[in-house]
């Protein structure tokens, strides 16, 4: 373990981590802020039997963003291996912007028929191949231009630049909802947010032109023909892959709940009005945003797995009765109190999650392996977390299922964290 004292030094590198997360946090916002207007585009995109069934479609079709990530991660990973991290980057950016675009032409339902969900379809499954393949890449960058004593610090700027991008997207939302009659918003404004979103490919390209490749076809950290691809992430990395996505259900499925889920679920469950839920939204994502720094440099002082264990064992026991208070006293404030107080567990858990995953594996094959962990892991604990959230509530006719399903989640991913060995102050390959 490092010091205060050598914790406390500057980390070199500021102008890559600013160009690197600024790129990642506008690709997230794209991929984030459908979650904040799910239920109108249930609305609009997919026709139902009453809101909580067009709400369940729109959030599958959410989830359906997240079958595209493993792919996007490994096929991308691999791209970033071999030709460098920033060529990755480049495509992801230009495939996010093109989903995006989608979303601000697409005609609704109601004008186009079944040929408008399936431009939604379409379209998430685009923004989810660029997120997967965005993660591992920038992650490695991240990573690589650490050292051993810095490695929590650097990574956690990815949650942070993930926590801004939600952030960024609740605040637009929020503007939105109350300053649009809900005519202009269902006809036009919901549009808005995707249009913002297309600005990732010009902001993204310049701010990442003046980075310094970290892996470079050639170069020891760069993946060649003998080396690169799944067969050695998964012949001779297999049981960290396994580990790591244990590892990475007991994160992403609290982060789907708190950080996105809320809005959607005060709007349906908790029938607080759209204007207003969204600042649950910008709260939770105010934590991540403030605390990110923190959990990275808390877990290079006392290692990854302590920081994981003891926080996701905060959230375990949290988060059942903050349900319990959020279902007897629904209101804005309690609203936003419980996802306050929950972000701050999540934030903690989330950081040195991330940074354990990058650091399982050797440089050479960094960012496809920790693509394929993360994506796998986020596919259908994360990215359908909001939709069996709601068939729970609907099923079992308890509001506070939501909070069983990320207890269950949390639980067996400490298996994983069993198994993985303590990664921070070790040199990587």
């Known amino acids: 373990m490092v010091t205060d004292a050598e914790l406390c030094q500057p980390a070199p590198g500021g102008r890559a981590i600013a160009a690197i997360t600024i790129g990642n946090g506008l690709e997230f916002y794209d991929f984030t802020v459908y979650s904040f207007f799910a239920v109108l585009i249930g609305k609009l995109f997919f026709p139902a039997g009453g809101t909580m069934g067009q709400l369940m479609l729109s959030l599958a079709t959410f989830g359906v963003g997240f079958i595209a990530r493993p792919l996007g991660g490994v096929l991308i990973g691999l791209y970033a291996d071999r030709a460098g991290r920033k060529p990755a980057m480049t495509l992801s950016l230009w495939l ?26 379409l379209a998430r499954l685009l923004q989810g191949f660029a997120v ?3 993660l591992g890449a920038s992650s490695a960058m991240l990573m690589e231009y650490a050292d051993e004593r810095s490695r929590g610090y650097y990574g956690s700027w990815q949650l ?6 939600v952030l960024l997207g609740a605040l637009v939302g929020l503007l939105l909802t109350n300053t649009l009659p809900n005519e202009a918003l269902e006809s036009w404004g ?32 760069a993946a060649d023909s003998e080396h690169a691809g799944l067969r050695e992430v998964f012949v001779h990395h297999g049981r960290m892959v396994a580990a790591g996505v244990l590892v990475t259900i007991g994160g992403t499925s609290a982060t789907y709940i708190v950080l996105h889920y809320m809005t959607s679920y005060a709007i349906s469950v908790l029938k607080i009005p759209p204007g207003i839920s969204m600042a649950a939204g910008c709260v939770a994502a105010l934590v991540q945003v ?26 375990l026991v949290m988060i059942y009765p903050a349900f319990m ?14 996802v306050g107080l929950l972000a701050l567990p999540l934030v903690l858990n989330s950081v040195p999650s991330v940074v354990l995953l990058s650091e399982l594996f050797p ?32 099923v079992t006719g308890n509001a506070n299922a939501p909070a069983l399903y990320v207890i269950g989640c949390g639980l067996l991913s400490l298996a994983g964290l069993a198994i993985v060995e303590e990664t921070a102050g070790r040199k990587l390959d």
């Open 96 to 121: 996010m912007g093109l989903g995006s675009a989608i979303f601000v032409v697409a005609p609704t339902y109601a004008q186009a028929g079944w040929l408008a969900p399936a431009l939604i379809v």
């Open 325 to 338: 208070l959020l279902n007897a006293y629904p209101s804005l404030p309690v609203l936003l109190g419980v």
């Open 132 to 134: 997967g393949g965005e």
């Open 363 to 394: 440089r050479r094959i960094r960012a496809t392996g920790m693509s394929i962990v993360y994506c796998i892991g986020v596919l259908v604990f994360g990215g359908f977390a909001q939709l069996l959230a709601t068939w729970l509530i609907t």
């Open 190 to 221: 919901w549009r808005v947010p995707f249009a913002i979103g297309i600005l990732v490919i010009p902001v993204g390209l310049y701010i990442r032109g003046h980075l310094d490749e970290t892996a470079t076809p050639g170069s020891p950290g």
């Open 160 to 165: 942070f630049s993930q926590g801004a991008s």
């Open 290 to 315: 403030s605390l990110a720094a923190y959990a990275g440099r808390l877990s290079d002082r006392i290692g990854r797995k302590p920081a994981i264990l003891w926080s996701r064992i905060a959230m």
